[in-house]
């Protein structure tokens, strides 16, 4: 299965396959040339449909966990001030995106989307001390009434050119529903309450949807 955003540019990048393979087989009359490019071509193909994959997550709902948003690897854990929402401490859990991860991002907990705010920036790298405050970014801010109110931030990075963000102010929440994409991109950032038990550690690879990055 793949993600919707995806379709327009798989579609695209099928026509522009097929078109070079003709084109190569035409004009190219190398054998070894021929063989080279083909394989180019398909590992390019290869590469779009991996980008732009939706596998089904098996969610285990649960009020008391918030769960990763997004596949990737737990690059920080600390507590820092947040400064758009919050405007007070919280625990952060960052979780960057390699661009050969699944880059559907989904919502943490269940709950109402109380905050959804889009940020125009920069493009700096997604491990830049500056990328969640210089970088083209969301913040959305989801609430139930067990856990709280937890932030998730995407923001992208170097080869991440859009961000999509489906969260609306208003809109209901449901644990492990897809909530946005990031097209070529980068890291989700989460804010917690400071009593949340966290549930990961540096460096260990999470999945969206099913892995629990923390506990009330």
Not at 5 to 34: C, M, P, R
Not at 113 to 126: E, M, N, Q, R, T
Not at 149 to 155: C, E, N, P, S, T
Not at 178 to 191: A, E, H, N, P, T
Request: proline share 3%; charged share 20%; glycine share 6%.
């Amino acid at each position: 299965m793949f993600h919707k955003e995806g379709h327009k540019i798989i579609l695209i990048t099928f026509i522009l396959v097929i078109a070079s393979y003709l084109l190569i087989d035409k004009f190219v009359s190398i054998n070894w040339l021929q063989i080279l490019l083909f394989i180019a071509l398909g590992v390019f193909l290869f590469l779009i449909l991996q980008f732009f994959r939706n596998p089904k997550r098996n969610t285990i709902n649960n009020d008391q966990h918030v769960l990763s948003p997004v596949d990737g690897k737990v690059v920080v854990i600390e507590e820092v001030y947040e400064s758009e929402y919050f405007k007070e401490n919280r625990l952060q859990v960052s979780v960057f995106m390699s661009p050969l991860n699944v880059h559907v991002t989904r919502y943490p907990i269940n709950g109402k989307v109380l905050f959804s705010k889009y940020h125009p920036g920069k493009y700096l790298v997604a491990w830049h001390p500056k990328a969640s405050e210089e970088n083209e970014r969301t913040t959305v801010v989801v609430e139930n009434s067990t856990y709280g109110k937890v932030l998730y931030r995407q923001i992208a990075g170097a080869l991440a050119k859009r961000i999509v963000n489906y969260a609306k102010e208003g809109d209901s929440a449901i644990q492990g529903d897809d909530s946005g994409f990031i097209k070529f991109g980068s890291r989700v950032d989460l804010f917690l309450p400071l009593d949340t038990k966290i549930k990961v550690a540096l460096n260990e690879k999470v999945r969206g949807g099913e892995s629990i990055i923390a506990e009330i």
